[in-house]
């Protein structure tokens, strides 16, 4: 009896199983890789339904039950537009808490029935959104997902998260035209003992990571073939830190903002809420392990491992490598243009492990932290004072990086999320230039750690710009510094 239980704990162990004869069980075979489903727009018109409702899935061989999804699937469909089209999308609330939907990289409009993030859905209710892509919209790689706070950890890490496609990204570069494209949408997944996803998750420790709601799924290419590769990190707190075993990726757009040139690294590192678009050559023939690191945010922060992604298998005839995109189209330097003003905004952490401040206060519905005028060009020196970091992210517009800790960065092009390094011995500071002079902007929106348990525990502020030649709106209050 000992000898035959033992004999069972050591399979339990190995998890290898026991066959017949003591042979251990084969591998499990990895799910093919595949791109999501898609919705697309057509004559003009994205029209669409999401409907919120449990549902049932089954991620990494576990079965769980969601308290909502959309449309019932982990990984819900990619809506796919063109600039110049409307949105029209019907959001129908059959789940168990208030909700709405937030375009996330949009350059929108943040009125009603646009991507207002003020908008309170509640359960049994339907809503219309109905709002336009301006023609000049960056076109790459953007997504879903809900904004209602103060339960955006609840919802996001609950799997309510999917991407948006404007345009055509490579539509510069013809002789791309025809390369394979991949759609990369990466989640993780925290679930209780009886299966059911964490309500509120907390970013340290050991989560299930996804591609496109696969668990390290198989990925074939050809030797040297160029592939476009388009990875987002839809989840709610955690970063990716991403190799392929030393193939380069080569960057040519981040937050579905083309670049004005490739840039070339060998590890590609997406805070929340980052987009990054990349050219990928077929490596040589062989298996090739697509690997997020392990990973911790600083002395005050969040530590999780490691986990591998996906395996690439590169196999077949080696074929003529296209070569890589050297002209781009021009951008506009914002460095070169004039300030109209510069601002100091900081994060920090507070004696208190659940509370988190932007200048000094916690999130109120009830004011306004920043106002602006349409038209100005700001300057903005965003300080970090915790030993942790976090994730800078502002809504309906994108901006430049010119400076981290007091080192010039290089003008590749703009984005809408940049990582805030963790304080050391002093506060880091990152220096952006933004631009509100975008008439679609007017109006009240927000700007937060994207770092999800972040924003809700209070890192959030809310901006409002003003059109100076429209009749004067009624302001909401000054948010004013919290007392003691």
């Not at 339904?49 to 019932?72: K, N």
């Not at 029209?88 to 646009?114: D, I």
């Not at 003992?193 to 591609?211: K, M, N, V």
Request: net charge negative; with cysteine; glycine share 8%.
């Amino acid at each position: 009896m000992r000898v035959l239980g033992l004999a069972l704990a050591l399979c339990v162990a190995v998890a290898a199983g026991c066959g017949d004869g003591g042979s251990p069980l084969p591998a499990p075979t990895p799910p093919p890789f595949s791109n999501p489903t898609e919705v697309s727009s057509a004559d003009g018109v994205l029209s669409a339904t999401l409907t919120v409702e449990p549902a049932m899935q089954t991620i990494a061989g576990e079965d769980v039950t969601f308290l909502a999804l959309y449309d019932g699937m982990y990984m819900p469909p990619v809506l796919r537009v063109q600039p110049g089209d409307s949105i029209q999308l019907k959001l129908r609330n059959y789940g168990y808490l208030s909700t709405n939907v937030h375009y996330h990289g949009l350059n929108v409009t943040p009125m009603e029935k646009g991507d207002d993030v003020f908008l309170d859905i509640p359960v049994g209710i339907t809503f219309q959104y109905d709002f336009p892509i301006p023609l000049s919209h960056p076109q790459g790689l953007f997504w879903y997902h809900p904004h209602f706070d103060p339960l955006l950890n609840t919802q996001i890490a609950g799997g309510m998260s999917g991407g948006v496609i404007i345009g055509d990204i490579l539509a510069p570069f013809p002789q791309l035209a025809n390369i394979p494209q991949r759609v990369m949408l990466l989640k993780d997944l925290k679930t209780t003992d009886d299966d059911f996803p964490e309500l509120d998750p907390d970013p340290s420790g050991p989560t299930t990571r996804t591609i496109n709601g696969l668990f390290q799924p198989q990925l074939t290419m050809q030797p040297g073939r160029l592939e476009f590769w388009r990875i987002g990190n839809i989840g709610s707190n955690i970063f990716y830190q991403l190799t392929l075993d030393g193939v380069p990726f080569n960057i040519i757009a981040q937050d579905g903002n083309l670049q004005n040139q490739v840039t070339t690294t060998d590890t590609l590192l997406l805070p929340p809420g980052k987009r990054l678009e990349v050219l990928v050559y077929g490596p040589g023939p062989g298996s090739y392990s697509l690997q997020a690191a392990d990973f911790d945010t600083g002395p005050d922060g969040d530590q999780y491992p490691g986990q591998l992604m996906a395996t690439v298998v590169s196999q077949g005839s080696m074929v003529a490598p296209i070569p890589l995109p050297t002209t781009f189209p021009p951008l506009r330097d914002l460095r070169q243009g004039p300030i109209t003003g510069e601002r100091t905004i900081t994060f920090a952490d507070t004696a208190n492990p659940n509370q988190f401040t932007i200048d000094g206060k916690p999130y109120s519905p009830d004011c306004v932290d920043t106002f602006v005028t349409l038209g100005d060009i700001e300057e903005w020196t965003i300080v970090n004072t915790a030993e942790e970091q976090h994730v800078f992210h502002i809504h309906q517009l994108d901006f430049q990086v010119v400076e981290m800790n007091g080192e010039p960065q290089p003008f590749v092009g703009y984005q809408d999320t940049v990582d805030l390094p963790a304080a050391t011995d002093k506060p880091s500071t990152v220096k952006v230039i933004i631009p509100f002079d975008d008439p679609v902007i007017v109006g009240k929106f927000v700007y937060h750690c994207h770092i999800i348990q972040h924003e809700d525990q209070g890192m959030m502020a809310s901006i409002y710009v003003i059109d100076p030649a429209a009749p004067p709106p009624v302001l909401p209050p000054l948010c004013q510094p919290k007392e003691g």
